[in-house]
């Protein structure tokens, strides 16, 4: 199963894969989903390490610097995070860490 993604007003659901093959499909990250300013996760199944990183980039492109709020973040997204030192607080990601630009 590859990426979907649909686009539910101001939601970007995300389903299937998250990984290496599946975000290239995907890249660059369309403009249209840079306005959205919730991304659901409830439907990954499966996320790698370059998976977190779209994920870390669409929020960092979203908006304005608008925190992108993180939704229903599945276990093995979490846990591929805490590996990062990342965690979600009030659904906007944070790390103990600064990461440069």
Not at 36 to 49: F, I, K, N, P, T
Not at 81 to 100: F, G, K, P
Request: hydrophobic share 45%; proline share 4%; aromatic share 4%.
């Amino acid at each position: 199963m590859s990426l979907s993604v649909a686009r539910e007003g101001e939601t970007l659901a995300l389903s299937g894969q998250l990984n290496q093959t599946s975000v290239m499909a995907h890249w660059p990250i369309p403009e249209s989903w840079l306005s959205c300013q919730r991304l659901s996760l409830a439907q990954v199944e499966e996320v790698d390490s370059a998976g977190l990183a779209f994920l870390i980039e669409l929020t960092r492109l979203s908006e304005a610097g608008r925190a992108l709020a993180w939704q229903h973040c599945p276990k093995p997204l979490a846990k591929l995070m805490a590996l990062y030192d990342l965690q979600l607080e009030d659904e906007r990601l944070n790390s103990h860490t600064d990461i440069e630009e």
